[in-house]
Nanobody, 128 residues
Framework: QVQLVESGGGSVQAGGSLTLSCVVSGYTYSGFCAGWFRQAPGKEREGVAHIDRNGATTYADSVKGRFTISRDNTTKQMYLNTVYLQMSSLKPEDTAMYYC?????????????????WGQGTQVTVSS
């Protein structure tokens, strides 16, 4: 059973930084497509950043140059991965619930419908 557990959210002033973590367990193979999404109140869930099993990354235009997605699969436990989202130069418009999600081996799309497994979310609040 695949499980995703996020952490690292919190409150920060504009211009500050946060790093979100997502521990992924349960895959029977190493390497998979992973992504971070966010949803602000009254808005649709949107993709923020994605990373493919070979390390290729994509970013939403609104976060390019400020956010970095990465993964750490060096743990001694096979098939236990952590996906990170480093966020800097945060803006009030970055305020949202942030979700980690994973799909299969490769990223076939970047919309929420393309991702099968989801974490519970972690709140990020940026004040001006």
């Amino acid at each position: 059973q695949v499980q995703l557990v996020e952490s690292g959210g919190g409150s920060v002033q504009a211009g500050g930084s946060l790093t979100l973590s997502c521990v992924v367990s349960g895959y029977t193979y190493s390497g998979f497509c992973a992504g971070w999404f966010r949803q602000a109140p009254g808005k649709e869930r949107e993709g923020v950043a994605h990373i493919d099993r070979n390390g290729a990354t994509t970013y939403a235009d609104s976060v390019k140059g400020r956010f970095t997605i990465s993964r750490d699969n060096t743990t001694k436990q096979m098939y236990l991965n952590t996906v990170y989202l480093q966020m800097s130069s945060l803006k009030p418009e970055d305020t949202a619930m942030y979700y980690c999600a994973t799909a299969g081996l490769w990223c076939v799309g970047y919309s929420p419908a393309d991702f099968k497994y989801w974490g519970q979310g972690t709140q990020v609040t940026v004040s001006s």
